[in-house]
């Protein structure tokens, strides 16, 4: 499990797990993406992704997210 804190604006890199993630937002708002989709994950909203998915995000100052793994961490693409 990790607990994320964002004190600045920013994205995450797409990459992929050989795991699956369940990721939770506590507090302000993701942008999963998803290849050209983009979903927003807002306070008290969840997301699973299954190992394999290729995906990043973009995230607002303030965000906090707890994310479960299945195993190691991400291996950037």
Same mark, same amino acid.
């Given at each position: 499990?990790?607990?994320? &804190?964002?004190? *600045?604006?920013?994205?995450? &890199? /797409?990459?992929?797990?050989?795991?699956?993630?369940? #990721? *939770? *937002?506590?507090? !302000?708002?993701?942008?999963?993406?998803?290849?050209?989709?983009? +979903? $927003? /994950?807002?306070?008290?909203?969840?997301? #699973?992704? $299954?190992? @394999?998915?290729?995906?990043? !995000?973009? #995230? +607002?100052? !303030?965000?906090?997210? +707890?994310?479960? #793994? @299945?195993? &190691?961490?991400?291996?950037?693409?």
């Amino acid at each position: 499990m990790a607990y994320w &804190k964002c004190n *600045v604006d920013g994205t995450s &890199k /797409v990459h992929t797990h050989d795991y699956d993630e369940y #990721f *939770v *937002v506590i507090q !302000g708002s993701y942008t999963l993406i998803l290849g050209a989709e983009k +979903i $927003p /994950v807002r306070a008290g909203e969840e997301y #699973f992704k $299954p190992k @394999g998915m290729a995906h990043g !995000g973009e #995230f +607002i100052a !303030g965000t906090r997210t +707890i994310h479960c #793994f @299945g195993g &190691k961490r991400a291996s950037r693409a």
